[in-house]
């Protein structure tokens, strides 16, 4: 069996997660999909814009938590629960009733996945979340979470941070800087994020801020800042332009026939 990704793992948290918990994930590029016989989508269901499997092959499994595609009734085995937080929730429920104990490595990843998707247990519908959360969270390593929760951070991410402050501006409720080139997408939706936090002048309840880049490899058009009507939508965007040059991290796994 062979666990797969897709895009890339940008985050600071995803990289350490990876290497701390040594979760042997292997890109799809270097996969030969012929030499596999069944596929398992896990996070993202087939003909989206985060999936990696070719358009000509069919999951036998798909387990995901965002709404129900057409394209994904054509798999064998399907749930799709779009009142879960997370994927990994899910997952979760089926290791604990098939009546196995996650490993610690297993248990880490699960609280780490549930409490990001969820942004801590922030939105509404987490309540299956919580559940299956405190039902690992004993058997996770809380160490290696601590280190996947405070990652060490590459010096782009203190250049592009700099970059940032320099050339912000604020306008009324309106927060907008432009990082410039960049090359790691996730660095936009990290800084607008940062920059969410600032206090006074977007007020809590109606901010406004857009953050924006242009990706130095896969080099699209330079997108000037655009004033965003709020900043969720703001987010949004900036997630998005990073999203077109590189698709998001997806997961994928493949069990082998061979
Ligand atoms: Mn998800």
Not at 9 to 26: D, K, Q
Not at 208 to 213: F, K, L, R, Y
């Amino acid at each position: 069996m062979t666990e797969a990704y897709g895009g890339i793992i940008g985050r600071a948290e995803n990289r350490e997660m990876v290497r701390a918990l040594r979760l042997p994930f292997r890109h799809v590029r270097k996969l030969a999909f012929k030499n596999y016989s069944h596929f398992a989508l896990v996070d993202t269901q087939p003909r989206t814009g985060n999936t990696q499997l070719p358009r000509g092959v069919v999951p036998d499994v798909v387990i995901d938590h965002h709404p129900l595609r057409k394209s994904t009734e054509l798999a064998l085995f399907r749930d799709v629960r779009p009142d879960y937080g997370a994927t990994a929730t899910i997952l979760a429920e089926y290791l604990l009733a098939s009546g196995l104990r996650p490993t610690h490595a297993l248990a880490t990843a699960l609280v780490y996945a549930i409490r990001s998707e969820t942004q801590d247990f922030a939105r509404e519908y987490a309540g299956h979340d919580k559940e299956i959360y405190d039902a690992v969270f004993p058997q996770a390593n809380h160490r290696l979470l601590a280190r996947i929760q405070t990652p060490r951070l590459p010096l782009t991410y203190f250049s592009n941070l700099h970059e940032a402050l320099e050339r912000l501006e604020t306008v009324d409720t309106l927060i907008v800087t432009h990082l410039g080139a960049v090359e790691q997408p996730d660095i936009v939706p990290e800084i607008a994020d940062l920059l969410l936090r600032m206090e006074g002048r977007p007020g809590r309840s109606q901010p406004a801020c857009s953050t924006t880049a242009s990706i130095s490899r896969s080099a699209p058009p330079t997108r000037g800042p655009t004033p965003a009507p709020s900043c969720a939508a703001s987010w949004a965007a900036a997630a998005k332009a990073a999203a077109t040059a590189a698709p998001p991290a997806a997961g994928l796994t493949s069990p082998s026939s061979p």
